[in-house]
């Protein structure tokens, strides 16, 4: 079965939250963990990996945080979940053999390399953007509906 870690899912929440946030201001870890219920520890590791692949920004001091380094549009679901998770596999063999005992006789391993493909290829031209929109209608957390209620205000 294809499916993401729950890191991978915590990272989507995360970039979801700060698209929905916008260019407002950087949210914290706390924020986040808080508003979704994720361990504070785990939600602070997901996001410096993040940062550490160029997808946030990272600001220091007590008005600091994260924020998106592109335009949600700019960032695709792939490169998320490839941030956390690494290169999409649907296969225990990657492109050489592994020592796998079936690799030359293996009847499969072409074509499903050629379904991973397709299932990459989706995955790059979904949105973080795409995703943000499905989100509408949904309640903005307090916190960023106060800072956002300020910013309109200056």
Same mark, same amino acid.
């Given at each position: 079965?294809?499916?993401?870690?729950?890191?991978?899912? /915590?990272?989507?929440?995360?970039?979801?939250?700060?698209?929905?946030?916008? !260019?407002?201001?950087?949210?914290? !870890?706390?924020?986040?963990?808080?508003? /979704?219920?994720?361990?504070?520890?785990?939600?602070?590791?997901?996001?410096?990996?993040?940062?550490?692949?160029?997808?946030?920004?990272?600001?220091?001091?007590?008005?600091?945080? /994260?924020?998106?380094?592109?335009?949600?549009?700019?960032?695709?679901?792939?490169?998320?979940?490839?941030?956390?998770?690494?290169?999409?596999?649907?296969?225990?063999?990657?492109?050489?053999?592994?020592?796998?005992?079936?690799?030359?006789?293996?009847?499969?391993?072409?074509?499903?390399?050629?379904?991973?493909?397709?299932?990459?290829?989706?995955?790059?031209?979904?949105?973080?953007?795409?995703?943000?929109?499905?989100?509408?209608?949904?309640?903005?957390?307090?916190?960023?509906?106060?800072?956002?209620?300020?910013?309109?205000?200056?």
């Amino acid at each position: 079965m294809l499916r993401l870690s729950k890191k991978a899912d /915590y990272a989507l929440i995360a970039m979801k939250h700060l698209a929905r946030c916008g !260019a407002v201001e950087s949210t914290s !870890a706390r924020e986040i963990a808080e508003c /979704y219920h994720i361990p504070l520890e785990l939600m602070a590791k997901v996001l410096q990996r993040l940062v550490r692949t160029g997808l946030l920004h990272s600001t220091q001091g007590t008005r600091g945080g /994260y924020s998106l380094t592109r335009a949600p549009e700019s960032i695709s679901v792939a490169d998320v979940i490839q941030a956390i998770d690494g290169p999409f596999t649907v296969t225990a063999c990657s492109t050489d053999n592994n020592g796998c005992e079936q690799y030359d006789k293996c009847s499969i391993r072409d074509p499903l390399w050629r379904i991973r493909e397709r299932i990459v290829s989706v995955l790059q031209t979904a949105t973080l953007e795409e995703i943000t929109r499905d989100a509408e209608g949904v309640p903005v957390p307090v916190a960023q509906a106060a800072r956002l209620h300020q910013h309109l205000r200056t």
